[in-house]
């Protein structure tokens, strides 16, 4: 990805983030998925009273990519705490796993960021040949 397909992915991910639903943790997050076919689709955080209900932002943009058929991808930006790179949850990195999403981009904002691969921060992940041993 070049440097301008960063951006646009973080500034979708930063627009994502001005939708969340985060009463009980005030830390906004927004996520933005690039499926191959070049199609972005958003997500935010929602939070529930009922912590475990609560759905991280990286989870719900790929659900809705899912939810419009896509099933290949590129790339996914995060955004959440401007003070620091959002790192996804260990739920949100099995879920990159499972479709293989192999670029991963914590922003602070659209002009800052950190890029690393699926394997750099989800080593020996879970995957369908673990099925199989």
């Known amino acids: 990805m070049n440097k ?7 500034e979708r991910a930063l627009h994502a983030r001005s939708h969340c639903y985060a009463p009980y943790s005030h830390y906004p997050v927004g996520a933005a998925v690039l499926a191959s076919d070049g199609s972005i689709y958003e997500g935010c955080n929602m ?46 990195r099995q879920v990159m796993a499972e479709f293989h999403i192999s670029t991963i981009i914590c922003g602070k904002s659209a002009e800052d960021y950190k890029v690393f691969t699926l394997g750099e921060i989800f080593p020996a992940a879970f995957e369908e040949e673990s099925l199989r041993s």
Do not use: H, Q, W
């Not at 301008?4 to 973080?10: G, Q, S, Y």
């Not at 099933?71 to 705490?81: H, L, M, P, T």
């Open 4 to 10: 301008v397909e960063i951006k646009n992915l973080l």
């Open 47 to 92: 939070e529930n009273v009922s912590y475990p209900a609560g759905l991280c932002a990286e989870r719900n943009a790929i659900g809705s990519a899912i939810c419009d058929g896509k099933r290949d991808f590129e790339a996914i930006a995060i955004i959440g705490s401007f003070a620091d790179y959002t790192m996804p949850c260990g739920i949100c």
